[in-house]
Nanobody
Framework: QVQLVESGGGLVQAGGSLRLSCAAS????????MGWFRQAPGKEREFVAA????????VYADSVKGRFAISRDNAKNTVYLQMNSLKPEDTAVYYC?????????????????WGQGTQVTVST
């Protein structure tokens, strides 16, 4: 069992930056691939970024490529999402997810554990 707790969300102006953190419990964190998803009001939850267990492979949605960066610190059981050049369309609740199989997945069903989410609001 893995518990995930996101933090770092908030209100930021367009063009600004935020860094989200996701702290994981459990001693198997370092063997899990991790991902970030987001859900805007009235929309489906969508993939944002994923990272392999070692951090050696990362995958991004086209909408955030070049602006967001996912990273992890296995010693701290934490995964991060650095978000730069934020746009109003990035406004959503951001969720951290863990995949117990060491695969980088880009769909919701590829993940076994989810956090409670953190709100990111980008103003114009």
């Amino acid at each position: 069992q893995v518990q995930l707790v996101e933090s770092g969300g908030g209100l930021v102006q367009a063009g600004g930056s935020l860094r989200l953190s996701c702290a994981a419990s459990g001693h198997t964190f370092s063997s899990y691939a991790m991902g970030w998803f987001r859900q805007a009001p009235g929309k489906e939850r969508e993939f944002v970024a994923a990272i392999s267990w070692s951090g050696g492979r990362t995958v991004y949605a086209d909408s955030v490529k070049g602006r967001f960066a996912i990273s992890r610190d296995n010693a701290k059981n934490t995964v991060y999402l650095q978000m730069n050049s934020l746009k109003p369309e990035d406004t959503a609740v951001y969720y951290c997810a863990a995949n117990s199989k060491p695969l980088v997945a880009t769909t919701r069903r590829g993940y076994d554990y989810w956090g409670q989410g953190t709100q990111v609001t980008v103003s114009t």
